[in-house]
């Protein structure tokens, strides 16, 4: 593509870029896949990427051991006031945090090309699509971005000359200066590193990071954070879901969006294979649902995304066959384990090769101490390669959602399978979600936190008018609003053993919430929710233990009772802005609790 776009704005917004940042050249990417190629060569060349032998036109990549996953220590929503912001966001003003931050981009592109990257959030023209421009000093950036939004020439046609974009500026904030020797990762410390969005003028401002959710901007940034904020203005929702198609054997379709924490199986879920004879399971997202009602007064989901940066330790044949299928060609893997004979290798996916270099480069046999792959290991795909995606993945109008689930991964307390009584307690299920920690953000793992609709890292604004919305989407929706439950895969044995098989036995809990929504199948209530009876979860040809059924379907009223004071403590947090229907839900449990 030529320099230079006729589009004013964008072209103002780059000579401005990069008389701050001083690249040594400007690159604008067309998409191509010659300039993947491109990119690509120029990566292997550095040392950057390794060609894969076993796999075609994929390559691995090792980061910097200090730059593995998200920092939402060093993430921001500036606005303002603070309050906007609300409780669960790092916050500073602007006009500060803008100070700090054109302090490390000036001249932070020495000795590197700005690359300028025009991408849509969804297929190019839908009307619920958006528009993107990264700029970026990572051309691994560039790759990635390639495959997980559409790049290139058709969005700078459908920008046009006048056409409005949501300006995304990253940087990896390591200059180079002259005949200076240039690190195999290049970033910057963790004190130097900002994930910033300035909500109130649509900005994203990122420095210092070049691994996925800090660096691919049109992801957690673009299509969470500020997503959040256009939705509550627009009226329709930007969640951390998962959009999957389920049919019955008699050919009726469910279509469902799930919410889990990061880590905590929305990948797996979105392409699980069932295990249930006659049931088929489609994917069309793994990680981030757009939502809007149509004419029709349903809710309708699209994926805005064309990739899936999936987590790879865990997946295998026997627990996610349908992304191994996907990871064949065409991939780029990060933090992997590279065996000798020019594969990649993570813990779960298989035996354990006799000898590999590890994620940090070091020879690795199974009797090492550390693990070859990084726990946040990451594979980017793209979508349209899964064998089991939906032929309508890419519908503009999206699929029309009849369940929502929420979930995650809580080692006690937390059965199986819930149902919500109501939409307002579906909402109150969502707002008071919790979930053990996971290695997808740097920081401790395993603990226990309150993780909203599982969107704690995500949401561009205050929580509390975030349930609001929710609230008041569900009254829009009326009858049409989708039916709501709560799942957990993740509770263990007094001996820490998982008791739940999970991956395609989850279709066992899914086919009951489809009966639910037909009404064909029952459920008895208890003081959190409607659960299946004795019998009415299909586990036919599933080896489970009965006890182990019975601690899954427990609900111990005393660790029940001690998590009121947590969630009392949790909705304190928001102050006036808890919505008092929430208050409500949480007085009836307590009363259910006896
Ligand atoms: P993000 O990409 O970070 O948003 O994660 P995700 O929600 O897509 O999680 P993913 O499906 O990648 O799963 C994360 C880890 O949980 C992997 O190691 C999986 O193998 C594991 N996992 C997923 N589903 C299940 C399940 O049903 N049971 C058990 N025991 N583990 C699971
Ligand atoms: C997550 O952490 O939820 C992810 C990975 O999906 S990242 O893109 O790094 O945010
Ligand atoms: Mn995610």
Known sequence: MTNGSRNDK?????????????????????????????????????????????????FLFRTDPSDVARVEDR????????????????????????????GLYDGCMKGRTMY??????????????????????????????????????????????TGGFIPCLHSIGAPLEKGQKDALWPCAPIEKKYISHF??????????????????????????????????????????????????????????AAAFPSACGKTNLAMMQPSIKGWKCECI?????????????????????????????????????MAMDTLKENIIFTNCALTDDGDVWWEGMADAPPHAIDWKGRDWTPASREDAAHPNARFTAPAAQCPVICPDWEDPEGVPIDIFIFG????????????????????????????????????????LRRDPFAMKPFLGYHMGDYF?????????????????FYVNWFRKSAEGKFLWPGFSDNSRALKWMCERVDGTVGARETPIGLMPRDGDLDLSG?????????????????????????IEKHFALFGDRLPARLRKQLEEMKKRLG
């Not at 500036?78 to 100070?99: C, F, H, I, M, Y």
């Not at 190019?124 to 939004?149: F, Q």
């Not at 609001?468 to 039916?483: E, F, I």
């Open 10 to 58: 964008l072209n103002a917004w780059v000579k401005e870029a990069a008389d701050l940042c001083r690249p040594d050249a400007i690159q604008w990417c067309d998409g191509s896949r010659a300039e993947y190629d491109r990119m690509m060569a120029l990566l292997k060349e550095r040392g950057m990427a390794v060609p894969l032998a076993k796999r075609p036109n994929s």
């Open 75 to 102: 993430t921001y929503i500036s606005t303002r006031s603070q309050e906007d912001a609300g409780p669960t966001n790092n916050w500073v003003l602007p006009d500060d945090l803008k100070r700090t931050m054109r």
């Open 116 to 161: 300028v990257i025009p991408f849509s959030m969804g297929p190019v023209g839908s009307p619920i699509s958006k528009i993107g421009v990264e700029l970026t000093d990572s051309p691994y950036v560039v790759c990635n971005m390639h495959i997980m939004t559409r790049v290139g020439t058709s969005v700078m046609e459908a920008l046009g000359p």
């Open 199 to 256: 909500p109130e003028e649509n900005l994203i401002w990122s420095y210092g990071s070049g691994y996925g959710g800090n660096a691919l901007l049109g992801k957690k940034c673009f299509a969470l954070r500020i997503a959040t904020n256009m939705a509550r203005r627009e009226g329709w929702m930007a969640e951390h879901m998962l959009i999957m198609r389920l049919t019955n054997p008699e050919g009726k379709r469910f279509h469902i």
């Open 285 to 321: 997202g793994d990680d981030i649902a757009w939502m809007k009602v149509r004419g029709d007064g349903r809710l309708h989901a699209i994926n805005p995304e064309s990739g899936f940066f999936g987590v790879a330790p865990g997946t295998s044949y026997d627990t996610n066959p």
């Open 408 to 447: 995650g991964r809580r080692s006690s307390a937390v059965p199986l399978v819930t149902e919500a009584f109501s939409w307002d307690h579906g909402v109150f299920m969502g707002a008071t979600a919790a979930s053990e920690t996971t290695s997808a953000n740097i920081g401790a793992v395993g603990n």
């Open 468 to 484: 609001q919305h929710w609230l008041a989407m569900g009254d829009r929706l009326g009858t049409k609003a989708p039916r709501i």
């Open 542 to 566: 599933l080896d489970i233990a009965k006890d182990n059924m019975k601690a899954l379907m427990d609900v111990d009223l005393k660790e029940w009772k001690a998590e009121v004071p947590d």
